[in-house]
């Protein structure tokens, strides 16, 4: 699997596990889950744009 396929899927599955993570802790009023699932959904957005920004680049 290419580099760039690899951070989206990546990214992709880290978007996904936060906004798991999120929904957990507004169910269960812990606001540490909440922001931890807030910033590994933004990794995971960060790390699908690193893919995009590689896949251009290797054309």
Request: hydrophobic residues 25%.
């Amino acid at each position: 699997m290419k580099s760039s396929t690899q951070d989206k899927v990546e990214g992709s599955a880290r978007d996904l596990s936060g906004k798991i993570k999120e929904a957990a802790g507004r169910a269960t009023n812990n606001p540490n889950l909440t922001a931890r699932g807030q910033d590994e959904q933004v990794d995971g957005k960060i790390q699908k744009k690193v893919g995009d920004i590689k896949k251009v680049f290797d054309r």
